[in-house]
């Protein structure tokens, strides 16, 4: 290869050192086969730039991931107060008939006073031709003015209902805004990485790229390599529940799906979109992100994992995938990649948590 292409590439991975993110690779852990040597007529780039190369594909799609996981986030809390709105929107409906009849009530109690005339008791009593039908009417409007008293005192509550309900919705409409706003610039942010790390990839000839796939294999196998071989593996003897079958029984069904981010089937899944489907299909309602994965769900001890439980990757929580046992995870890694049955150890371990502990 003459100097020219060394050029192209040495410019390509100077471009993507601007770029200051981080990693979320998702790859197989089978054993690379070896690089393939250059032939003589061509000097190779060298694999010392293609792992540049590669760390900064690696960075630019966790930069992505992260900002998927802040879009899906977004996506969930718009999707609750736009639910919470309609609910209020109901509520201010019911409390408004509710006091439209309790007008009619006050109106009526209004008139059947007038129509008494308005006299004190005493003078209704000297008049009456029967005090003893007086007294029993008298009682008779006891009991109406203690009613006409709570007449009015649920008025005044429902009117304070309906100013509630109001300002609540529209609390819920400037969250709703907010949400909107953050999903805008989350998926700005996650087009423009995913863009970059094209263009980059695009800058590499066919032998480039082939090469660079064997350095990602390679990482990930050193990785899950290292991981098993610190007899972790010997520690694991957890069986799946009923639910976590399903659970892992749904993801398997995935394989061979593509990745696209925000998706949470039945076509195509990100991370946490296969894995919050899964737990779904078993029947147990889990977080949307993986990040709110990791915060909510019951944290488990990686000697106790059990297939159906989920790993979460990087000190961020910005990854997630199903382990399924025997050291394997099925993992929706990253755009331009299937889900795919890879080693539970390739990536580094935040920790594990269980859906149905």
């Given at each position: 290869?003459?100097?020219?292409k060394?050029?192209?590439?040495?410019?390509?991975?100077?471009?993507?050192?601007?770029?200051?993110?981080?990693?979320a690779?998702?790859?197989?852990?089978?054993?690379?086969?070896?690089?393939?040597s250059?032939?003589?007529?061509?000097?190779?780039?060298?694999?010392?730039?293609?792992?540049?190369?590669?760390?900064k594909?690696?960075?630019?799609?966790?930069?992505?991931?992260?900002a998927?996981?802040?879009?899906?986030?977004?996506?969930?809390?718009?999707?609750?107060?736009?639910?919470?709105?309609?609910?209020?929107?109901?509520?201010?409906?019911?409390?408004?008939?509710?006091?439209?009849?309790?007008?009619k009530?006050?109106?009526?109690?209004?008139?059947?006073?007038?129509?008494?005339?308005?006299?004190p008791?005493?003078?209704?009593?000297?008049?009456?031709?029967?005090?003893q039908?007086?007294?029993?009417?008298?009682?008779?409007?006891?009991?109406?003015?203690r009613a006409?008293?709570?007449?009015?005192?649920?008025?005044t509550?429902?009117q304070?209902?309906?100013?509630?309900?109001?300002?609540?919705?529209?609390e819920?409409?400037?969250?709703?805004?907010?949400?909107?706003?953050?999903?805008?610039?989350?998926?700005k942010?996650?087009?423009?990485?995913?863009?970059?790390?094209?263009?980059?990839?695009?800058?590499l000839?066919?032998e480039?790229?082939?090469?660079?796939?064997?350095?990602?294999?390679?990482?990930?196998?050193?990785?899950?390599?290292?991981w098993?071989?610190?007899?972790?593996?010997?520690?694991?003897?957890?069986?799946?529940?009923?639910?976590?079958?399903?659970?892992?029984?749904?993801?398997?069904?995935?394989?061979?799906?593509?990745?696209v981010?925000?998706?949470?089937?039945?076509?195509?899944?990100?991370?946490?979109?296969?894995?919050?489907?899964?737990?779904?299909?078993?029947?147990?309602?889990?977080?949307?992100?993986?990040?709110?994965?990791w915060?909510?769900?019951?944290?488990?001890?990686?000697?106790?994992?059990?297939?159906?439980?989920?790993?979460?990757?990087?000190?961020?929580?910005?990854?997630?995938?199903?382990?399924?046992?025997?050291?394997a995870?099925?993992?929706?890694?990253?755009?331009?990649?299937?889900?795919?049955?890879?080693?539970?150890?390739?990536?580094?371990?935040?920790?594990?948590?269980?859906?149905?502990?």
């Amino acid at each position: 290869m003459g100097t020219g292409k060394r050029g192209l590439v040495a410019t390509a991975v100077t471009v993507v050192c601007a770029i200051t993110v981080l990693a979320a690779p998702g790859t197989a852990f089978a054993s690379p086969d070896p690089t393939p040597s250059a032939s003589a007529s061509s000097t190779p780039v060298s694999n010392k730039d293609l792992e540049a190369v590669r760390d900064k594909l690696d960075k630019l799609y966790h930069d992505a991931a992260v900002a998927t996981d802040s879009y899906n986030a977004a996506e969930e809390r718009a999707k609750q107060q736009s639910a919470a709105i309609v609910g209020l929107a109901k509520e201010i409906v019911k409390g408004q008939r509710k006091l439209d009849e309790l007008k009619k009530r006050a109106g009526a109690a209004a008139a059947a006073q007038y129509r008494t005339g308005g006299l004190p008791d005493e003078a209704q009593l000297l008049l009456s031709d029967d005090p003893q039908e007086f007294l029993d009417g008298a009682g008779r409007v006891m009991q109406g003015e203690r009613a006409t008293k709570g007449l009015i005192a649920e008025m005044t509550q429902t009117q304070q209902d309906l100013k509630q309900y109001a300002a609540d919705a529209a609390e819920q409409w400037k969250q709703l805004e907010a949400n909107r706003k953050a999903k805008d610039a989350a998926r700005k942010k996650i087009k423009k990485q995913i863009a970059a790390a094209e263009k980059l990839e695009s800058q590499l000839e066919a032998e480039e790229k082939a090469r660079l796939a064997e350095l990602e294999e390679e990482a990930a196998f050193k990785a899950q390599t290292a991981w098993l071989d610190s007899g972790i593996l010997d520690e694991i003897k957890g069986k799946a529940s009923a639910q976590g079958k399903k659970a892992v029984e749904f993801a398997t069904k995935q394989i061979g799906k593509p990745y696209v981010w925000g998706a949470e089937g039945p076509d195509s899944y990100d991370c946490s979109g296969l894995t919050s489907q899964a737990w779904a299909s078993a029947g147990r309602p889990i977080p949307r992100t993986s990040q709110e994965q990791w915060k909510q769900l019951k944290h488990i001890d990686i000697k106790d994992m059990r297939p159906g439980d989920l790993i979460i990757y990087f000190d961020d929580a910005s990854h997630v995938g199903m382990y399924i046992g025997d050291g394997a995870m099925v993992n929706a890694p990253r755009p331009g990649r299937t889900v795919s049955i890879v080693g539970a150890g390739s990536m580094p371990i935040l920790g594990v948590v269980r859906p149905d502990a």
